[in-house]
């Protein structure tokens, strides 16, 4: 989950939202520099935060009985990841090698962390050669595309955990697929990104959040079905060059 403050309780929004939302930003990108699997690296962007863990205990409150936002989380799981690529692979090795290198740039640090880490980004690494030659794309062409994924998902974070800068301010994003730097700001209702990398000149994007008015939860069952019962608010942004 990606949780934000409110005066009242808890912004809520789910990570596969979140992931809709980067696919959404993906969907705008300008059509020259798409890769040529554009299809399946939606696919892939769409689903790379499902698979979530069940809602059996407390590992999705923090110590005070807080929704858990999902960079508090002590140690990744691994889990997820693996359940996802799995999905993928029957879709398509394309897929899979996306996330496979959206694995081994989230966990990269991990790696003198545990051994457990250590094997699964050994592993990742001969699984992204071994797609790369099956499916006879360059390293080079390989991190093109993904850096547009890790671009998109980036940006949905800025948006989804409430980081616009304020004042005309600007914030990078990352470095795009053509190696340009990009950064995104804010003027008055209207969010840019300079330069402009997006087909359209001006259009909305939105996501699904809920609005919780609790600020503890005594376990995980509780805070489930308040998000259950909870009514879907739709959060939008539009952007214009």
Known sequence: MIVNPTQDGWEVIYQ??????????AAQWRVDQRPE???????????????????????????????????????????????VSEGLIYKGEWGALMISMHMTFLYGDWRSESPKFAAFLDEQLENQKRWRTALKVTKKEAEEAYALFQWCDRLSLILCRRELPEGER????????????????????????????????QFTLS????????????????????????????????FAK
């Open 16 to 25: 596969p939202a979140h992931a809709l939302l980067a696919t959404r930003i």
């Open 37 to 83: 699997r554009w299809i399946e690296t939606l696919v892939a962007l769409a689903q790379h935060d499902d698979e979530a863990q069940d809602w059996t205990g407390s590992d999705h409150l923090t110590d005070s009985g807080a929704p858990l936002d999902f960079a508090l989380n002590k140690a990744p799981s691994l889990d997820q990841p693996a359940l």
């Open 170 to 201: 600007a914030l990078e994003i990352s470095v795009g697929p053509d190696g340009t730097r990009y950064d995104v700001l804010c003027r008055g209702d209207i969010v840019t990104v300079q330069p402009w990398p997006f087909e359209e000149t």
């Open 207 to 238: 996501v699904e959040t809920r609005q919780l008015p609790q600020l503890q939860f005594k376990d995980d069952r509780e805070l489930q079905t308040m998000l259950q019962g909870t009514p879907v608010t739709n959060v939008a942004w539009t």
